[in-house]
Structures are given as structure tokens and as C-alpha cells.
């Protein structure tokens, strides 16, 4: 069988038709409650795409970057501007710039990366979170000028067609962030991703061997900015639904953080399987402190455990499972691959021992 | 040497004019000047801290010499950087070495494919027909010095994961995917047993000898330097003591005397 890419194996391909028949025909025709729409699926494809995002910079080029959210609130308030005041972009166009502008403050931010490494560059990227947040508070014109602090996002309209029922604005995400993995993929697979690795694993050989440290790092920087950016548009538009830079705080930063590594540094599947865990967690806490505790505990305490158990598990996968869960993942299919290939010796062993 | 060589040893490539390097007070090189002539293989030889790493990484643009030049098929290079020189057609492996830890054999040496590689992230990301004509064609190499190097058994290990004389020859594989036409060996044979030193050296020599490429090695080992090399310089306390071909080093006395310590 010739590959439909050459850089896709069967395996991948049919991995992609069972996440394509699962996201866009299963899921739509088995669960009805907007509930799972506007509150899981739709912030979790969002932040899957922020956490590709910081995949890229972090997992995939090693620079320690700390400043996701304020690319993401760079890409919402570009996005919203655009609307308003460039109409004739259409939504795609307007979401494809504001992708753009966020890359922008990506190759700003990302310059530091060239003196600066370790933890040291983690605080320096922190300034493009405070930054843009700042700036966006400080001049009046990002917000046109709005008093209330909370703007409503425009209704998003494709080809002159409206999307606003739940059910739409989750194809709209999916169709997005389901390019942009395809696209990701792509580069971390080519020879784009090998220069990116190259410089996290070694990059005085790496520049010996012809890559530039300035291009790779701030191509990286710029890359996940855009990812980043692009997603905070969805975040703003398809879930928040309104505008407020006080949604793209630090806090949100470091969840897409946590998305990255508890979901495995240097992988794009880890990406979704971060962000379904650190957002999935809450929600079955509180179903287990509802149902079990019959709402003994207290909803406040209840989000404690919640940070302790997180940071308890960060501790807990740095130590055991740096690659974390995409490498449990493997690990698992693995190990059932080995039971069964065993068990069908053993079963093969003894139907010939009954011969 | 007895046999026909394949490509002639020619005019001067690389020279080397009066470099002085200090790292603070400490003199690791003073005016050292040597040359590299085209298609041969070049031994730097010298007891421990001779500056004879610190040489080939003021070649390569890691260390910025205080004093003299580098000089690449005559013409002097003035600001010399690692990229530079790689684009030039200079390429080298690391005495402790520089592998991609956790990336695959493969994957480390289509790295050196980098300058070969001429599209960007752009048509990558869209898999443009042209990516995948060049991305079939580096790996065609890439798998070409795999078999050249006997290690298609291990292609899909991670490097980090292989004994070190197997990742000696990786980084070989590496600089080899380069094309380059001068590559820098910083002790290709430190650590490994008998057998495997062997087998570097074949590799080496047929490297040498099949495409042409010019070899500088730093090699601790005296035996293979004089076997494999056809012209040595000797450092010392970050000075020429002598060069010339293996028999004339051999009976230098000032060689000998750094070697095997003179009564005082």
C-alpha cells in the first residue's frame, strides 16, 4: 500500500480514520448534553492546540518557556479586533492573522532564548505573559474602548453562514485543531522536527552540523506562538464567549505547562492526553464528591485536593515517567501486544501438545 | 604508502597561522601554525593537555582564538562559527561526544543532511512533493552510510541507548552525511578495545580513500596514528614540536623527549 503521506505508516493512517470516526460521527450522534460540548470537548480541543503549542517550544526544541496564555490572550483580542474592524477577512482569514500576530510577539519574546537557557529563560518568557496582558489592560483600543471589562466575543459566521449552536462551534474546533496537528505532525516528523530535537539534545552539534540556533529557536518560538494564538482566538470565540484578558492569567499558563508534561515532553499525542486529564480530573472529583460523599465535603476543599494531587503528580512523573503519559500509553500497548502474542504461543503450544 | 591512491594528495585546504589561545592566564595554544594538504589523512598528536582538542575546536569556531587565522583553500575566514564552517564544508565529531541522545540512529544522521536540505518548515508542514523528493533522497544517503558503517541493525535505537564505541561510529555516520570535504575526528578511537579500533581505522581510511575526504584525527594511541596517517604534528604545552610524515616524528628527539620524559 503506498502511504497517502510518505511520513505516514498503515498504523497512523488508521489511528487518524479512528480518531476522525470517533470526534466527528460517534460523538456528535451519542452525546446530546451541551454540557459535554461547551464545557469539555470544546476547551479541551482549544487547549490540546495551546498545549501543541508549547509542545513545539518546549518538548520538541527544549526551551523552557513559561508564557502561553499571554500568546493565547494576544491571538483572542487580535482576533476580536479583526472582526470588528477588518470584516472582510471572514472568520478563517481573521483566525489565520490573528495566528499571525501572535507569532510576531512568539519571535519578540523568543529572542532572549539565545543568551538565556534553563530556568533562567522560563522567567525571561514570563514578560511576554505579563506584557501583553498589560497591554491590553493599558490601551483602550484592544478593548474598543469597552468599560464593562468584559467584551462578548462576535458570533462566528462562515461563509455566511452562522455557527452558534454548541454542536457547530465544536466542528469549528475540531476542523481547526485537527489541521494544525496534521501540520505539526508533519514538521516534528520532518526534517524540520529533527533540527528543532537537535538543538534541545545537543546544540554545539547541532550547529556544527550546519543548523542556526537563531533560526530554529525563534522559527520555534514564532510556531508555537501561533499555535498558541490560534487557540486563544477558539478559547475566546467558541468557549469563553466573551473577551477578558484576567481569562489568559499565569494560572492558565502553567495548566497548559502541566498539559505538556504530564501528557509526555516531545510528543503531539500527549498534548490531547494532557489536556483531557488536567481538565477530565476536576470534573470527576467533583462527581465523586458528589455521589460518594453525597456533598459532605466542601466544594472548596474539594478544588485543594485537586491542586495537591496535581503537584503530587507532577513530582511523581518527573521522577518515575519523564515522558509521561503518552509513554505510559506506549507502555501499555506493549504490554497487552506481549499477553496476547504469548497467549497465542501458549494456545498454539498446547493445541500441538494435544496432537 | 605503496598502493595507488584514488585521489592524489594535493595543494594546501586548511591552514593553520599563528593561533595563541588563553583561557585566562592559562596558554592552551601559542603561535602555532600547521597546514592540512587536500585528500590526506592528518594526525594531531601530543601528551594530555597539549591543546590539541582546544586546536580543533579553534578550527571548527567553538573557541575564538586570541591571535592568527584559519585559512580554508586560501582565503582567511574572519569570524568563524561552527555554521560557518559546516557550510564551508567542514564537519567534525566531539571527543566526549555530541550525539542527539534521544534521537534515533537515523534521525542523528539525517541531521547532517541539514545543508542538503533546502526546503523550510513552511512546505514541511504542507508536505509538498518537493519535501518528499529531498526527504527520499537524504534518507537514501543517510541509509547508504548506515550500511557503509555495518550498523543497519541498530538504525532505529535511540543513541543514548547504544554502547559507546557504536556511537563513535554514529558520530562518524554523522559527519559523514554532511558531504563534507575536511572532517575534524576529535579521538575517534578513545575507549574502545582492539577489534573496534580496527574497525574505525578501516572506516577512516576508506573514507579517505573511496571519496577523498581529508581527515584530521587527534588520536592518543601512537601505533594507529603511525599506521593510519600519512602526516603528523606534534603539540606540546600548545607548541609545534614537530611534523612531518609518521618515520619523521618517530625519530625526533624533542617528540621523544615529550613522550618519554628527559632527565633534568
Same mark, same amino acid.
Given at each position: ?160 453562514? +452562522? ?31 529533527r533540527?528543532?530535537m537537535a538543538?534541545?539534545d ?42 477578558? +484578558? ?75 515517567? +519523564? ?33 | ?6 585521489? !592524489?594528495?594535493?595543494?594546501? *585546504? $586548511? ?30 598528536? #601530543?601528551?594530555?593537555?597539549? #591543546? ?15 591571535? #592568527? ?15 560557518? &564552517?559546516?557550510? &564551508? ?11 542527539f541522545k534521544r534521537m534515533s540512529?537515523?534521525d542523528n544522521? $539525517? ?42 541493525? *541498530?538504525?532505529?535505537?535511540p543513541v ?7 556511537? !563513535? ?22 575507549? &574502545?578495545?582492539?577489534?573496534? !579500533? ?7 581510511? !576508506? ?58
Amino acid at each position: 500500500m503506498k502511504p497517502v503521506f510518505m511520513t505516514y505508516t498503515r498504523k497512523d493512517l488508521i489511528n487518524l480514520t479512528v480518531c476522525m470516526v470517533l470526534s466527528v460521527l460517534i460523538i456528535p450522534t451519542f452525546i446530546k448534553t451541551e454540557y459535554w460540548y461547551t464545557s469539555i470537548l470544546i476547551p479541551w480541543l482549544c487547549l490540546a492546540l495551546a498545549t501543541i503549542g508549547q509542545q513545539i517550544v518546549m518538548g520538541y526544541t527544549g526551551q523552557l518557556a513559561l508564557g502561553a496564555a499571554g500568546f493565547m490572550a494576544a491571538g483572542a483580542f487580535a482576533m476580536f479586533n479583526l472582526i470588528l474592524r477588518v470584516p472582510d477577512l471572514g472568520f478563517v482569514g481573521s483566525l489565520i492573522v490573528s495566528g499571525l500576530i501572535a507569532a510576531a510577539f512568539g519571535i519578540l519574546f523568543g529572542l532572549p532564548s539565545l543568551k538565556v537557557r534553563g530556568i533562567y529563560l522560563m522567567v525571561a518568557t514570563l514578560a511576554s505573559q505579563f506584557f501583553i496582558i498589560w497591554m491590553i489592560d493599558k490601551f483602550g483600543w484592544f478593548k474598543n474602548y469597552d468599560s464593562s471589562g468584559i467584551i462578548t466575543a462576535q458570533d462566528i459566521v462562515i461563509l455566511g453562514k +452562522p455557527f452558534t449552536t454548541p454542536l457547530a462551534m465544536y466542528f469549528v474546533c475540531l476542523a481547526v485543531t485537527t489541521i494544525l496537528t496534521l501540520l505539526a505532525m508533519n514538521m516534528a516528523r520532518g526534517s524540520t522536527g529533527r533540527n528543532w530535537m537537535a538543538v534541545r539534545d545537543m546544540d554545539i552539534a547541532a550547529e556544527s552540523m550546519g543548523v542556526s540556533l537563531l533560526r530554529t529557536k525563534v522559527q520555534a518560538f514564532a510556531i508555537s506562538a501561533f499555535y498558541c494564538g490560534v487557540a486563544g482566538a477558539l478559547f475566546a470565540f467558541c468557549y469563553l464567549k466573551s473577551l477578558e +484578558p484576567v481569562a489568559f492569567d499565569i494560572k492558565l499558563s502553567f495548566k497548559i505547562l502541566f498539559m505538556c508534561i504530564l501528557g509526555g515532553l516531545g510528543t503531539i499525542n500527549g498534548a490531547f492526553i494532557g489536556a483531557a486529564f488536567i481538565l477530565l480530573f476536576p470534573v470527576l472529583l467533583n462527581a465523586i464528591g458528589n455521589n460518594v460523599f453525597h456533598g459532605a465535603i466542601d466544594a472548596t476543599i474539594i478544588s485543594s485536593i485537586e491542586q495537591v494531587i496535581f503537584g503530587l503528580l507532577m513530582i511523581v512523573f518527573m521522577i518515575y515517567e +519523564p515522558l509521561g503519559m503518552a509513554k505510559l500509553w506506549e507502555n501499555l500497548k506493549q504490554i497487552i501486544k506481549l499477553k496476547l502474542s504469548s497467549s497465542r504461543i501458549k494456545g498454539a503450544k498446547s493445541s500441538a501438545l494435544n496432537k | 604508502m605503496a598502493y595507488e591512491r584514488k585521489f !592524489k594528495i594535493g595543494k594546501p *585546504i $586548511l591552514e593553520v597561522n599563528n593561533i595563541s589561545l588563553s583561557f585566562g592566564g592559562v596558554k592552551a595554544i601559542t603561535d602555532t601554525s600547521f597546514n592540512v594538504l587536500e585528500h590526506e589523512v592528518r594526525a594531531i598528536i #601530543g601528551p594530555n593537555g597539549a #591543546g590539541k582538542s582546544s586546536m580543533l575546536n579553534c578550527i571548527n569556531g567553538i573557541y575564538k582564538p586570541q591571535q #592568527g587565522t584559519v585559512s580554508f583553500r586560501g582565503q582567511q575566514i574572519p569570524n568563524i562559527t561552527p555554521n560557518i &564552517m559546516a557550510q &564551508m564544508g567542514l564537519s567534525r565529531t566531539f571527543q566526549n561526544l555530541a550525539l542527539f541522545k534521544r534521537m534515533s540512529v537515523l534521525d542523528n544522521i $539525517l541531521v547532517g543532511r541539514k545543508l542538503h536540505t533546502k526546503t523550510n518548515f513552511l512546505e514541511v508542514a504542507l508536505q509538498l512533493p518537493k519535501v518528499k523528493k529531498e526527504e527520499k533522497l537524504n534518507r537514501e544517503r543517510s541509509e547508504e552510510i548506515i550500511s557503509f558503517l555495518e550498523i543497519e541493525d *541498530i538504525k532505529d535505537t535511540p543513541v543514548g541507548k547504544l554502547p559507546y564505541g557504536l556511537q !563513535k561510529k554514529v558520530e562518524l555516520g554523522r559527519a559523514l552525511a554532511t558531504d563534507s570535504t575536511i572532517i575534524l575526528l576529535d579521538e575517534p578511537m578513545a575507549g &574502545m578495545n582492539v577489534e573496534e !579500533k580496527r574497525d574505525m581505522c578501516r572506516f577512516i581510511l !576508506k573514507v579517505n580513500d573511496e571519496l577523498g575526504t581529508t581527515m584530521v584525527l587527534i588520536e592518543h594511541d601512537m601505533g594507529v596514528v603511525m599506521d593510519i596517517s600519512d602526516r603528523v604534528v606534534v603539540l606540546d604545552y600548545g607548541k609545534v614540536i614537530g611534523d612531518g610524515t609518521p618515520d619523521e616524528v618517530r625519530s625526533n628527539q624533542k617528540v621523544i623527549d615529550a613522550y618519554l620524559g628527559v632527565e633534568h
